[in-house]
């Protein structure tokens, strides 16, 4: 059995929440929070026995052997360097950290504890991704020349996820004080991922432009200064040779939250749209890349990561995507920080 607690109890802890209760073998025993009242009612909804308002406290006492850190993101590296002391399985939300020392730090202090690592870049959940790989790695693709990805968000200009202006899980977001990375940190982070794990290469440089817009740019709101960037832009290549560009944005009016990719090669292309399918993708293959001709092909969904870090925990057997791989992301991103500022590519 997995006894297991979150840290952090706020939107994403929820979901969380929901889906570890339906996985056997894993008992939610503790949760904590630095908000007592929200806490208290986290845990009276998904029966949680134990309450705590400092994780140090948590995991000094509950009896529990991992810990999902879900907390904003200034939190994740402190959170789990004292949890990997502590000999605790670690699933730790996304971005791991909000710098490459950090990660690198994490992920370092996890491969002494000889523990289970995973990060929480959730669109690998997506089994149309996981085909993508194989077919790739299938040589199915040829060499690979070129790809194109994007992360389209809206809540600056939508209410569908709510009112951002009054909302703390906005605001943070939004404010490098309060330890964001802005939109590269918080949705650019999985597109990295994404982008690179059917192709299997890893980045070799980065020329990107950050743009915090100006009608937004230094106000304040409700103590939260808005100066984190709202769109980021990438062109980047890989160690293969591959050129890709990639972008990201709050801005874009009609977008809840869609991300795709379109992969091309010397033999074949491929493309996925998880506004459209989490488990379907388009591929031109062979012969049919004359014409061109594109189908569609099914997959079957596999195991979401909250299932294999629940499993990895019990057989003790490393997982993917693990520390070393966002930290490897990490890195692209303080690539991007710099990038951005000199107004140049960066090798990574
Ligand atoms: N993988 C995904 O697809 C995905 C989706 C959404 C959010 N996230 C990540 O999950 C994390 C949480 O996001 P959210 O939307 O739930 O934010 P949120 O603001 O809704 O919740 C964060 C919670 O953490 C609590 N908290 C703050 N500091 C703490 C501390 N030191 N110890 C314990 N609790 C603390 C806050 O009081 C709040 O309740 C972020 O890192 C975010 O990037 C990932």
Redesign the pocket.
């Known amino acids: 059995m997995v006894n297991l607690a979150l840290?952090?109890?706020?939107?994403?802890?929820r979901h969380q929440a929901e889906q570890f209760s339906k996985i056997k073998g894993c008992r939610l025993v503790a949760a904590?929070?630095?908000?007592e009242e929200?806490v208290r009612a986290f845990a009276s909804k998904f029966d949680i026995p134990e309450v705590y308002t400092d994780?140090a406290d948590l995991l000094a006492k509950a009896d529990v052997n991992a810990v999902s850190v879900?907390?904003?993101?200034a939190?994740?590296a402190p959170?789990t360097l004292q949890a990997l002391a502590a000999g605790k399985h670690v699933l730790c939300?996304?971005?791991l950290a909000t710098n490459y020392a950090d990660a690198r730090k994490m992920t370092a202090a996890a491969r002494k504890a000889g523990v289970v690592n995973m990060v929480?870049f959730?669109y690998r959940n997506s089994s149309a991704l996981t085909k993508a790989r194989a077919l790739i790695a299938a040589g199915k693709l040829g060499t690979i020349t070129h790809f194109e990805a994007s992360y389209l968000q809206s809540w600056l200009t939508s209410r569908a996820w709510g009112d951002w202006t009054v909302t703390?899980?906005w605001l943070?977001r939004q404010s490098s004080a309060h330890g964001s990375m802005g939109v590269l940190g918080?949705i650019g982070v999985?597109l990295l991922d994404f982008a690179t794990f059917p192709i299997g290469s890893d980045y070799r440089s980065v020329n990107c432009t950050l743009k915090t817009l100006n009608f937004i740019k230094g106000k304040k709101r409700l103590g939260y200064t808005l100066d984190a960037n709202d769109t980021a832009i990438m062109q980047v290549e890989l160690a293969n040779g591959a050129p890709g560009v990639l972008h990201t944005t709050r801005w874009a009016t009609g977008h809840n939250n869609s991300i795709s990719l379109k992969i091309h090669g010397t033999e074949g292309a491929l493309a996925i749209d998880l506004d459209k399918n989490y488990h379907e993708l388009s591929v031109c293959l062979g012969k049919d890349r004359h014409t061109p001709a594109w189908k569609t092909l099914r997959t079957r969904p596999g195991s979401s990561n909250f299932q294999r870090f629940i499993t990895a925990v019990r057989r003790n057997k490393p997982v993917d995507p693990d520390f070393a791989r966002g930290a490897a992301i990490q890195k692209v991103i303080d690539a991007c920080f710099v990038s951005s500022r000199d107004r140049k590519p960066v090798k990574i």
């Open positions: 840290i952090g109890t706020g939107g994403m802890a904590c929070d630095v908000d929200r994780a879900v907390t904003p993101d939190y994740h959170i939300e996304k971005p929480q959730s703390p899980a943070w918080d999985h």
